[in-house]
């Protein structure tokens, strides 16, 4: 298992610019996460999702979106980089209930660091 | 909405001593999970260990224990016989039991280990 894996490592984009970040787990986990972490802080998260064709907004969406087709894939999308969004972006998922009876980690992947110039 | 703070930005200790993490949260759920992850430079995120609210008993994990004291909202890591390799940065995480919208963080203590 390759467990939850993210591309690019690394990325540079000009103000104004716009990108997919990828994101895949080999888990069949249902719960997928994109999170990001600015300079001297802990994550925060931006979106998440349930399940196939189910996103939902965490606590900083502003300035992108997500879509989950598969089970397997959940993008991250960039439009109109800002400077504001430069920083570290991680994927994570987790498999877990309905009923929340039992809670199971969440697998992070190595993480993108983006640059907005 | 829930918080999580970490009051200490940064710690040291000698190799082979013991240290304690600090960490807070506050929340109006009584059931919930709250998680120590590390992050090594290499930036991964590594789980070091769970306790479950409902649980009396503190989680262990190796040369890793927490004092949970839900009362006070309180979650102290505590890390016997610090190694080299122990040196990161440590979060404090919270979920709900249930939520399905992700782990909310602390800012982080950094841990030093001085051989």
């Known amino acids: 298992n390759a467990g939850v894996t993210q591309t690019p490592k690394f990325r540079i984009l000009k103000i104004g610019q716009s990108m997919t970040l990828q994101c895949t787990q080999d888990m069949n986990h249902n719960y997928m996460y994109w999170y990001r972490q600015d300079p001297g802080m802990g994550l925060k998260l931006i979106y998440y999702?349930?399940?196939?064709?189910?996103?939902d907004k965490g606590e900083v969406p502003n300035g992108y979106n997500v879509s989950r087709s598969t089970t397997e894939d959940f993008p991250l999308r960039l439009e109109l980089a800002a400077p504001s969004q430069t920083s570290v972006y991680f994927c994570?998922?987790?498999?877990?209930?309905?009923?929340?009876?039992?809670?199971?980690?969440?697998?992070f992947g190595p993480g993108t660091r983006l640059t907005v110039l | 909405a829930q918080t999580v703070t970490q009051s200490q930005p940064e710690m040291s200790v000698q190799e082979a001593e013991t240290v304690t993490l600090s960490c807070t949260y506050d929340?109006?759920?009584?059931?919930?999970?709250l998680f120590w992850y590390k992050q090594p430079p290499s930036r991964q995120m590594i789980l070091v260990i769970r306790q479950e609210a409902y649980k009396q008993q503190n989680a262990t994990e190796n040369r890793f224990s927490v004092n949970f004291q839900k009362a006070a909202k309180s979650f102290s890591l505590k890390i016997s016989d610090s190694q080299l390799g122990d040196a990161a940065m440590y979060f404090c995480a919270y979920i709900r039991r249930g939520g399905a919208d992700g782990l909310t963080f602390g800012k982080g203590t950094h841990l030093i280990i001085q051989p």
């Open positions: 994570a998922s987790s498999y877990s209930t309905l009923a929340g009876n039992r809670y199971n980690e969440q697998f």
């Open positions: 999702s349930v399940g196939a064709g189910i996103t």
């Open positions: 929340t109006s759920e009584s059931d919930y999970y």
